[in-house]
């Protein structure tokens, strides 16, 4: 009985977070100027619970972007509270024909590696999860 109150509670919970997903895109510019090809990480902070592993998006050539989910494409992110981590490389980053390069990070650690970003994402959803760094 103990197992099945335990599965019960385990498959609600995972329904629930389902259900909650809402969309979020927006845009991020480095020095007033679009990021292109950067990677936008949406990280559950530490005192989130069941908001999962979290969401990802790629900016496009205006540095726009939408999340996904980190473990299915389904478009959106829970609505909580991120840490976020944005990282971009010089160069294509499909391209390994000189492997002796090391692609160097555009953005400064202190909005990937170190980040100190939050967003929260709205039980709306939002269009406005903007980001505009700095050199």
Do not use: W
Request: with cysteine; hydrophobic share 35%; charged share 20%.
């Amino acid at each position: 009985m103990r197992m099945h109150l335990l599965l019960l509670t385990f498959s609600v919970a995972i329904i629930g977070c389902a259900d909650s997903v809402v969309n979020v895109s927006g845009k991020v510019t480095l020095d007033k100027k679009a990021l292109a090809n950067a990677t936008v990480l949406f990280e559950p902070a530490p005192d989130q619970t069941g908001l999962g592993a979290g969401a990802h998006g790629k900016t496009d050539a205006n540095g726009e972007y939408s999340l996904s989910l980190m473990t299915k494409e389904t478009k959106g992110a829970a609505p909580g509270k991120y840490i976020v981590k944005i990282s971009a490389y010089d160069g294509d980053p499909g391209d390994n024909s000189d492997s002796t390069k090391v692609p160097k990070q555009l953005v400064p650690e202190r909005y990937n590696i170190k980040t100190k970003l939050t967003f929260d994402v709205p039980a709306a959803g939002t269009t406005s999860a903007n980001f505009d760094l700095e050199k």
